[in-house]
């Protein structure tokens, strides 16, 4: 992989911050743009922007046959058995909120409860106990340890009746660890549960086949995935989705509307209501794209090869605490030094040019959990260099220096 | 000193630096000279709400002036909020809730006073403010 020539897909990463050129290591909040996404979007706007669905014109199915191409090009990125079966949302979050509410109306009852895992993003929590408060059901949590790996062998004693749904993430963005999804999913289907994955921190970094995974669901954004941000997807297999009930009412997902009764529109309009995100769904496309061009194989190799550098480096720190030591991981690697508080040194590494994320990154029940305020999180990209990595050591070492 | 007379001297100190890394290292070394705040106060109730970094503070009403004491467990939160403890103690309850504090912009440090930053420094001064009207109506009384 020639990482200079990537580089240069990206103009932001030219960018100087303090007068130093920008070492981008925030990938896990959002990736950075290749020029064929801004072109497919100007492309878009300047040459067939039109309402989807609609139009007898001929931009309008110009626009419709592109917004159309793209649910085809992610349905080939994750291999869904059908185009329809993908969903475009506005997010991870909002694929989320639209499985629990129309899963909640259609399945949850009193007594019953979704089972969830420790190390959850917010928006794979939230939405959850606001539909569970709604039925009378509960919100149940597979616990993890203090390296943050889940604690398998306490799965088969939660996935007792009263479960309806797994809803676990693939990847931590706060920890980075790997969950055993294929495990997960494979006990949850033999009690007949149905599991939502959230891809979030996945699809940019694993090569990911629904029918393989056998996975129900599976949520995503693609500002995570070098596309545009607005825009998301959710995949649902055939069965589960045409036995939700509808999400939004509104245009686009209706057959025929009088006022007595309507009745709604096949998969995947259903559960599109209202005009999409057009251009979106164009830049997601030619981020997918981008992407596959490379190879995501070869994107995970090099990925996997420069967080190993970057772990080894890191815990040569003196006084550098990780934060997260999964054997199985992916994309971001959390830390603290000694007992300082994070936005210290995400700051000290701001000012050197260095954007990193400091918090609790969404996860407030880890950081509990794990009894610190949050830490500072290095995520990486395929674009990110060793070079980088000896930047950011370089950089922590010096504001270790200043806070010692 | 005035509070502007001791806003002008941080800022003209603060011009000496051209780096920010010796700028955060001298807001760090201020930090490490605030005056600290007991710890018989280090409680929930000096504890201001809403911030990330945590912020302890104590205010004492005597003579007429207020001074303060403070901490944080975040040592840049913790300069920033050392020199607004020295910029604002022994002031009069009026001159601090009139007070306005450039100072913070004026040596770039602006955006730790965004409220989405909640690192402390904008809740500290809101704090800092109420006790001062607080005081200031209780001397009206
Ligand atoms: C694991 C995980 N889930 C969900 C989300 C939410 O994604 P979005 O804000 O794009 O909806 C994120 C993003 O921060 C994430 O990392």
Redesign the interface.
Known sequence: MDIEAIRKDFPILDTKV?GKRLVYLDNGATTQKPTAVLEALDHYYKTYNSNVHRGVHLLSQQATDAFEAARTKVAAFINAKHTYEVIFTKGTTDGINLIASCFGRGFLKAGDSILISAMEHHSNIVPWQMICEEKGATVKVIPMNEDGVLQMDQLPALLDDTVKLVACTYVSNSLGTVNPVREIIKQAHSKGIPVLLDGAQAVQHIPVDVQELDVDFLVFSSHKLYGPTGVGILYGKEEWLNKLPPYQGGGDMIKTVTFAKTTYNDLPFKFEAGTPDMSGAVGLAAAIDYVTAIGLDNIQKEEQALLAYALEQLTAIEGLRLVGKSPERSGVISFLYKN??P??VG??LD??GIAVRT??HCCQPVMDFLGI??TARASFAFYNTKEEVDILVAALK?AAA??D | MTIQEKQDEIIEEFELFSDWMDKYENIIQIGKELPMIEEQYKTEDHLIRGCQSRVWLHAEYKDGVINFTADSDAVITRGLISLVVKVLSGHTPKEIAGADLYFIDSIGLTSHLSPTRSNGLLSMVKQIKAYAIAFQVQEQK
Do not use: A, I, S
């Open positions: 303090y300082t508080h936005f210290d700051e000290l000012k050197q918090g609790h305020p949050g010096k200043m806070l």
